[in-house]
C-alpha cells in the first residue's frame, strides 16, 4: 500500500543542477522521516539526506552539506531535493526511503539506516559528465 515514486533525474553538466521529487502514497506523510540514499556503479549504498516529519531539519552528509537542500511540502506528500553545483562524483541512483516506524533523522544518524527502511522508490538516475 505504501509507495514512494521519484522523477526528476537526467544528465547534467558539472556545475549545473537538478531537482529530484518524491511522492508519497498509501501512509501518513506526517508519520515518516524521508530520506536520500544513492548508489554509484560497484560502490555501497550511501545515504545523502534526511528530513524529519514533524520538524522539517534538514541533515545532510558531508560530501552534499551545501550544495544540496532537502524540503518537504505536506500538502503535496512531497520530499524535494535540490542539488546544486553538480559533480561527476554525484553520480549514482538515487533513491528515497522511509518507515512508519521512524520519524525523526536523529540528528542524521539517519542516513545509516537503510536497512531498517520498508518503503523505497524505484530510483531516479542521475549522470553528472561533460
Known amino acids: 500500500e505504501a509507495q514512494l515514486v521519484e522523477s526528476g533525474g537526467g544528465l547534467v553538466q558539472p556545475g549545473g543542477s537538478l531537482r529530484l521529487s518524491c511522492a508519497a502514497s498509501?501512509?501518513?506523510?506526517?508519520?515518516?522521516?524521508i530520506g536520500w540514499f544513492r548508489q554509484a556503479p560497484g560502490k555501497e549504498r550511501e545515504g545523502v539526506s534526511c528530513i524529519g516529519s514533524s520538524d522539517g531539519r534538514p541533515f545532510y552528509a558531508d560530501s552534499v552539506k551545501g550544495r544540496f537542500t532537502i524540503s518537504s511540502d505536506n500538502a503535496k506528500k512531497t520530499v524535494y531535493l535540490q542539488m546544486n553545483n553538480l559533480k561527476p562524483e554525484d553520480t549514482a541512483v538515487y533513491y528515497c526511503a522511509g518507515d512508519t516506524g521512524i520519524r525523526s533523522c536523529y540528528s542524521g544518524k539517519y542516513l545509516t539506516y537503510a536497512k531498517y527502511l520498508d518503503v523505497w522508490g524505484q530510483g531516479a538516475q542521475v549522470t553528472v559528465s561533460s
Open positions: 498509501g501512509f501518513r506523510f506526517d508519520d515518516y522521516a
